[in-house]
């Protein structure tokens, strides 16, 4: 792919005016609010036996939104017994929580590390998933994009946030961890869902976004026709008299709005040659983003972004924001 978007100079200042609906902060302290309310007992660990000798494993299940169990992993350094910095980590769209050799990165690099499994996803990629999506929707186009999209009270992407929000919760009660040095890190959906988080807690002490999903939804639908944007084109394409239903309900997930209300320092990236999460719907979130900020820019990229050569930019910057 070529680069079809605006050019550098451009973006930078990029700062469109995107739908934002008055009910915004409400309806995000109104569903957290509900969640927390029927969480239970918190969250649960049980270590695991396994053949890798450097990190000790645990099946870790939290409530999530209304009360839902979510499964994630929880990994540590073997036989570290001090508080740690951890990430925690969202995956990108159609993955899982994978499995705990799919993830040794950041525990082997000496930090705490959580992933969340993705309700209702995790059968496109890696080592899949386990945890369901139980609440029912009406007609959807193939995926999750439109999901319960008739509402935002229905819609899957508020389910999915508020379990991400959730998760930081639990990794507060965790054994071992530090919880003034709690960073967040996602790529693409995992990305999109990382700034929401952002934008919806106040004690995070970094947050890292690479090519983020889920950003100036009638920018990104309108320019990109890859999937999942591609999801709400079709279903838009069959249900023609739905459109301002449709970006109502997205307004509520989009990722500018959340950025605004972002305090932690962050670090994107984007590709210029984004066809999937195009740049200037990046550069819209980060133009807003309210903490302190930087982003990566790769020329020549298209959604892979940095890749298998972005982790030790996301390890520097950790060292040294976690410090």
């Known amino acids: 792919m070529a680069r079809f978007d605006l050019p550098e100079s451009e973006l930078r200042t990029f700062s469109p005016d995107v739908r934002v609906e008055d009910d915004f902060d409400e309806f995000w302290t109104r569903t957290l609010a509900e969640s927390r309310a029927m969480r239970g007992d918190g969250p649960t660990i049980t270590k695991i036996e396994s053949a890798l000798r450097g990190v000790d494993i ?41 499995l705990p050799h799919e993830r040794l990165a950041w525990p082997t690099a000496g930090y705490a590390y959580v992933v969340m499994d993705t309700r209702g996803q995790g059968a496109t990629w890696g080592g899949g998933g386990v945890t369901a999506d139980p609440h029912g929707a009406g007609p959807s186009f ?47 959906q995992g990305g999109g869902i990382t700034l929401a988080v952002s934008g919806l807690r106040d004690d995070l002490a970094a947050a890292m976004i690479d090519v983020p999903f889920l950003c100036h939804f009638e920018r990104a639908v309108g320019m990109s026709d890859r999937d999942p944007y591609g999801e709400v084109n079709a279903y838009l394409r069959i249900h023609r008299g739905q459109r301002e239903t449709v970006f109502r309900t997205l307004s509520y997930v989009d990722g500018v709005n959340f950025a605004s209300r972002a305090t932690a320092p962050a670090l994107f990236s984007t590709g210029l040659q984004d066809a999937t999460c195009p740049p200037s719907t990046v550069f819209a979130a980060f133009n807003r983003y309210g903490g302190s900020k930087d982003i990566d820019v790769y020329e020549f990229n298209d959604h892979e972004g940095g890749a298998e050569s972005r982790w030790p930019d996301l390890a520097a910057y950790a060292a040294r924001t976690l410090a």
Request: with cysteine; aromatic share 12%; charged share 20%.
């Open 142 to 188: 193939p995926g999750v994009m439109t999901r319960g999209i008739e509402a935002p009270e229905t819609y899957y992407y508020r389910r999915l946030i508020t379990d991400a929000v959730l998760c930081v919760d639990a990794v507060r009660e965790l054994p071992g961890i530090d919880t003034s040095r709690i960073a967040i890190t996602g790529i693409s």
């Open 58 to 98: 645990y099946d870790l299940t939290f409530p999530g939104f209304a009360g839902d169990p979510i499964s994630g992993w929880y990994i540590r350094p073997a036989g570290e017994t001090a508080d740690l910095p951890v990430i925690v980590e969202y995956v990108g769209y159609g993955g899982g929580r994978g």
